[in-house]
């Protein structure tokens, strides 16, 4: 058991043997008012003073997050004919975006100790208290939100997408969808060595939206009233425009 | 061409979005509604947050109603002093019905209040009014002359009575007051302009002709719709100014088509029409209700709805 603890200090040590060098295709997302989602390449090298191990291999793991939100989850049951919301729960906290991608299959990359230790898998990286008393099943609603947001391509588990070279150089590509939540995306990098995690490194990608998608965001924050007023006077000038424009067709 | 809606934080296509709204607009310019009430639900199913779909809409609707209601006055066909009216009741029952919304969102049900709303009032609403309009056609078939509307009922025996010259009416105050408040509530309810609604309660409860009924509504609209998104905009902050213009922009020219078209047919036919289209919308909604959703699951904004 305690040689088991330092083992497992020496690994977390940043003066573990192999470290991440790392390369991002870009680093910002600008959310333009054409904006259809973004792929962005992830990619690096290890960094050793000393040969290759040659077993366990090394794998790599990389997650992107996007932040984090409670979120309501509600259930419908058939009440007097009619399917209606019942059981709600709230989920504490979720990322409103989550790709993990690995260099073998998720389980032979990284160990369950180690998962629930850094918080990788989508399911650890939702947190969710305690639903009410009255609902016993509350982990079916946690799924539920996991296989909603991976239908919509917000939540992508990518087993065996990190390609590894030579031990040494990775690259990966994740696609993010075009319904992006504004703000920063921590990223993580694991290296790993039969499901230890020997290296890890933690950048960000800024997701922010420019021009004038951040000009009418933030009016509409800042001065909801002109912004209203906006909007109505532009749906006037249009209501007229159009109008005017019709009997100018007619006449001419 | 895909667009990214600042507000909405969801890219859609633009040309969707645009035929969305020219469709819709149509029919607002033909019958006289919004077409809230088809519009908010296809938003929902392109894919747009709700409360985000509700607030533009009512932006969108001030839109088309504007340019319809412009037509109507070249034609003369607006009751002003009607709409004035009806104008105080709708915004007494926005402000009720904005209430009512909140006390229904902290009960935790106000989707199914709404869905049950709309299948309740669509199917009464559309049924009613096919049959009517079924029976009208019928009777102009067999005997040419005017259809007799009931000239007395107890609306008649009211107080406080006023004249509307261009309705030809002689009627108290108080149901054309009753009839705004009671849109207004559903109009924040729901979501929509009113005008399903109101349109049949002018031409049944309140006797007035078909003619001028549109325009007297859609001019209502305009200010009930345009209160809505003020309050949307400055509480939610769910009003999508990029999703409102391209909707708007499909919307205004469909209404002046609309109204073009809704001028080739006949009183009974423009109704019968509107009544089908009612009930299809209903039957829609009722079966969502009534059979099984592939997904039981649905997330939510917390606390909302």
């Known amino acids: 058991m305690l040689r ?40 690096g090298a290890v960094k050793r ?75 650890r990286a939702i947190r969710s208290v305690g639903a009410p008393s009255s609902i016993e099943d509350s982990q079916n609603f946690t799924r539920a939100l996991i296989r909603i947001r991976k239908d919509q391509g917000l939540y992508q588990r990518l087993e065996q997408a990190v390609q590894v070279d030579e031990q040494t150089l990775f690259r990966t590509s994740i696609k993010m969808p075009a319904n992006l939540t504004e703000g920063e995306y921590p990223t993580r990098i694991f290296l790993t060595r039969g499901g230890e995690v020997v290296s890890q490194l933690e950048t960000t990608i800024d997701v922010d ?34 109008s005017a424009a019709f009997r100018l067709l007619r006449q001419g | 061409m895909q667009i990214y809606l600042p507000i909405a934080e969801v890219s859609v296509n633009a040309f969707l979005l645009l035929g969305l709204g020219g469709m819709v607009g149509i029919l607002s310019g033909m019958f006289g509604v919004g077409g809230g009430f088809l519009m908010t639900p296809l938003l929902f199913f392109i894919g747009i947050p709700p409360a985000v779909a509700v607030a533009t809409e009512a932006n969108q609707i001030v839109a088309s109603s504007f340019s319809g209601v412009l037509a109507h006055f070249k034609r003369k066909t607006v009751d002003l002093k009607m709409g004035c ?38 199917g009464v609403i559309g049924s009613l009014m096919f049959v009517e309009s079924l029976n009208a056609i019928r009777k102009s078939r067999k005997n ?35 009839v705004g408040v009671a849109v207004g509530i559903l109009a924040a309810i729901m979501g929509v302009g009113g005008g399903f609604i109101m349109v049949p309660a002018m031409i049944y409860l309140l006797g007035m002709p078909t003619k001028v009924v549109v325009g007297t509504s859609l001019f209502q609209i305009i200010f009930v719709t345009g209160f809505t998104t003020l309050l949307h905009a400055t509480t939610n902050f769910t009003v999508d100014i990029a999703l409102a213009v391209l909707l708007l922009v499909g919307g205004v020219i469909g209404a002046q088509i609309g109204t073009r078209i809704g001028t080739y047919l006949k009183a009974e036919q423009l109704r019968i029409l509107l009544a089908l289209m009612v009930i299809l919308v209903c039957a829609k909604l009722a079966l969502d209700l009534l059979l099984q959703p592939s997904e039981l699951y649905s997330l939510g904004a917390p606390g909302g709805h």
Request: charged share 20%; net charge neutral.
């Open chain 1, 4 to 43: 088991a603890l330092v083992l497992l200090l020496l690994t977390a040590l940043p003066l573990s043997a192999e470290e991440v060098v790392l390369g991002l295709s870009q680093d910002k997302v600008a959310i333009t008012a054409t904006f259809d989602g973004s792929e962005i390449l992830i990619f």
């Open chain 1, 49 to 123: 003073e000393e040969p290759i191990k040659p077993a366990p291999p090394l794998e790599v793991v990389i997650t992107v997050s996007g932040p984090s939100e409670p979120i309501t989850v509600r259930r419908k049951e058939r009440r007097f004919g009619i399917w209606v919301n019942t059981d709600t729960v709230e989920v504490d906290a979720a990322p409103t975006f989550y790709a993990v991608a690995t260099s073998a299959s998720f389980h032979d990359t990284l160990s369950n100790v180690e998962d629930q230790r850094h918080s990788v898998s989508i399911e």
């Open chain 1, 209 to 242: 939206k420019v021009g004038l998608e951040r000009w009418l965001y933030d009016l509409s924050r800042q001065k909801p009233l002109i912004y209203g007023l906006m909007s109505l006077a532009i749906a006037i000038a249009a209501g007229w425009g159009a």
């Open chain 2, 85 to 122: 009216v009806l104008l105080v009741g709708g915004l007494i029952g926005a402000a009720l019905g904005v209430v009512v919304f909140n006390y229904l969102k902290s009960l935790g049900q106000v989707d199914l209040l709404v869905r049950l709303c709309y299948v309740v009032f669509l």
């Open chain 2, 144 to 178: 040419s002359g005017p259809v007799k509307r009931k000239k007395h009922n107890w609306i008649h025996g009211l107080p406080f009575k006023m004249r509307f010259r261009v309705s030809g009416l002689y009627i108290s105050v108080i149901p054309p007051v009753l």
